[in-house]
């Protein structure tokens, strides 16, 4: 058995080195504790092509299932126009479900965190990915608004029990160098989702498929996550984030907690994720309302996933090397105004190509930074990191409630173009109030 030891070589995990033996002879196996106080993993193959696997296994694990996780919410608003063909289901009731997938996710998110703390990140993760495949599988079975409403919120609340197993599963099971690009993959599974979601839209366009037959496809992937989880070699619930020495990386005001600075980032977050949360659910409805045809629409909403899955990694994978957090969310706050000119450009723009153009630069520089700012909000509070991501992550989940359900609402009532207008003057004021909390932060 090889062991892995966080803490400063954690960076570059020594793989092949001779294993500690017991008074016997008999090597040592399970979790032994660092001199930091890091749990140290002992991954129990002797195979150099396993381990290495495993390791990067865990790097995308994050990723793939919040993938999973997200399906349900993602595939309901590019399927509307075939759910229509078996009950009513308008614009309004299209907003209310992902509202209800995100209102759930923020009001369990808290539980989650405590869960993570008892049970260990990967217990709570297969659980979920398990609940998860069985409301694609209701989902598939619904017959009403109201139904698919209510299992929306089933999945939402799944999600937002099982993210901070996931946040935390990166900063413990993650080499620190890959810290970014896990991240980047995780908030690339809403986009990944959407791609699916897409490539259901074609389905049924072209092949005549069911809008039902997609979510069966999507339970068999939340299995197969779930079965994959199983390589993996977690330490039990005495693990601690595994960063290294703050010193190496980062300035000593970096490592303060401040509670104003992380208010201010939270409420940033929220405002400019109401805004670009509505990207996915309705850019084929709202490409349709300016004339372009569904399958057209369809296949603009899979390349603007594809390029937003892309982004996101390459900025988690960047700011890996690039060790300023404060930096990441001035960036951030950069990428919020791109988002703004491409919401601000759908709601105008008359002609096929301004609305690609703002299509792709929607879904890459203004929808790149999620990420990003969970991993410098965790590395600027680093000594609250589990308060952090929680609030963190329940202002974007509370964003991702209000955006679709203001949208839904404003777009069936007055017009598409009046609610991408609406999204675009938020995310702008979530842009003043990020760049408040920045400079806040490095007082």
């Given at each position: 058995q090889n062991l892995v030891q966080p803490g400063p070589g954690w960076g570059a995990p020594r793989y092949g080195a001779a294993p500690p033996t017991t008074g016997k002879g008999e090597r040592q196996s399970g979790i032994s504790v660092a001199q930091n106080g890091s749990a140290a993993i002992v991954i129990s193959?002797?195979?150099?092509?396993?381990?290495?696997?495993?390791?990067?296994?865990?790097?995308?694990?994050?990723?793939l299932a919040a993938t999973a996780f997200a399906a349900p919410a993602f595939a309901i608003g590019p399927l509307s126009?075939?759910?229509?063909?078996?009950?009513?289901?308008?614009?309004?009731?299209?907003?209310?479900?992902?509202?209800?997938?995100?209102?759930?996710?923020a009001f369990c998110v808290g539980v989650?965190?405590?869960?993570?703390t008892r049970w260990g990140s990967l217990p709570p993760l297969r659980v979920g990915l398990i609940v998860t495949a069985v409301v694609c599988i209701f989902t598939g079975f619904t017959d009403s608004a109201l139904a698919v409403i209510c299992v929306s919120a089933l999945a939402g609340a799944v999600n937002g029990l099982v993210t901070p197993s996931a946040n935390l599963m990166v900063m413990s099971l993650v080499p620190h160098r890959f810290h970014g690009l896990s991240f980047g993959m995780?908030?690339?599974?809403?986009?990944?989702?959407?791609?699916?979601?897409?490539?259901?839209?074609?389905?049924?366009?072209?092949?005549?498929?069911?809008?039902?037959?997609?979510?069966?496809?999507?339970?068999?992937?939340?299995i197969t996550v779930c079965l994959l989880s199983f390589t993996l070699r977690v330490p039990g619930r005495s693990v601690r984030p595994t960063s290294p020495p703050a010193?190496?990386?980062?300035?000593?005001v970096q490592r303060v907690t401040p509670r104003g600075s992380l208010l201010l980032l939270v409420l940033g977050g929220l405002l400019a994720t109401i805004g670009t949360s509505v990207l996915a659910p309705f850019l084929v409805e709202g490409l349709a309302d300016h004339g372009i045809p569904l399958t057209t629409a369809g296949g603009l909403l899979a390349l603007g996933s594809w390029l937003g899955i892309a982004s996101r990694i390459l900025v988690?994978?960047?700011?890996?090397?690039w060790g300023d957090a404060t930096a990441h969310l001035r960036m951030v706050a950069v990428m919020n105004v791109f988002a703004a000119a491409s919401l601000l450009t759908l709601g105008l723009a008359t002609a096929a190509?301004?609305?690609?153009?703002?299509?792709?630069?929607?879904?890459?520089?203004?929808?790149?930074?999620?990420?990003?700012?969970?991993?410098?909000?965790?590395?600027?509070?680093?000594?609250?990191?589990?308060?952090a991501t929680s609030w963190m992550q329940g202002g974007t989940?509370?964003?991702?409630?209000?955006?679709?359900?203001?949208f839904g609402i404003v777009a069936e009532r007055v017009s598409f173009a009046s609610a991408w207008a609406m999204c675009a003057v938020i995310v702008v004021a979530g842009v003043i109030i990020l760049s408040g909390g920045v400079a806040l932060l490095r007082k």
């Open positions: 193959d002797d195979s150099p092509f396993l381990n290495r696997f495993r390791e990067y296994l865990a790097v995308v694990m994050p990723g126009f075939a759910i229509r063909q078996d009950f009513p289901f308008s614009v309004a009731q299209v907003g209310f479900a992902f509202a209800a997938f995100y209102a759930a996710s989650g965190g405590w869960i993570v995780k908030v690339a599974g809403a986009f990944a989702a959407a791609t699916f979601a897409a490539a259901s839209v074609w389905a049924t366009t072209t092949l005549g498929a069911s809008w039902r037959a997609p979510f069966v496809a999507f339970a068999t992937f939340a010193a190496r990386s980062f300035t000593p988690g994978g960047l700011s890996d090397r190509t301004p609305l690609i153009v703002a299509t792709v630069a929607g879904f890459t520089l203004g929808s790149a930074w999620p990420g990003l700012v969970q991993h410098a909000v965790i590395v600027t509070h680093r000594r609250a990191q589990a308060r989940y509370s964003g991702a409630v209000v955006g679709p359900l203001l």
